[in-house]
């Protein structure tokens, strides 16, 4: 288990195969990753899909972890993880997913290479990812970005509603 390591944060969703047991599991599989701590999990939130794709609603949630992996090994850690729980990669952008983890900011560090982008680009467009952050790290510092809590939520993107 990591003691100090690099802060990172991870978003998680789901909308097949029951979600919300989706990412219960996640949760339980992230804090079992090595050299990996859980430091702090969000409520599950319901949104609706982006994109047009007709799809079920997603459950979706936030980690905060502490790791002594490197950018790379953590991003293959989480494609492992949705890979073990029935993730299919395929070419559909915004479709529906068994799980879908996103490596949101790793550790304060801006990162810009083939499969690897941090922080996310769309952290600040997304209130499926905004309301879970600001739940557990509202002073958490996104590089490029600022505080979370002083992002604005956008009123207008698809429903979102807490659930657990």
Known sequence: MSRAGAEVLVGLGSNLDHPALQIETAFGMLENLEETSLVAKSSLYRSAPLGGIEQP???????????DLDPRAFLEALQAIELARGRERDDTHWGPRVLDLDLLVYNGLSIDEPGLRVPHPGIAARNFVLLPLCEIAPDFHIPGLGRVRDLPVNDREPRISRIA
């Open 57 to 67: 609603d997603f459950v979706n949630a936030v980690a905060l972890l502490t790791t």
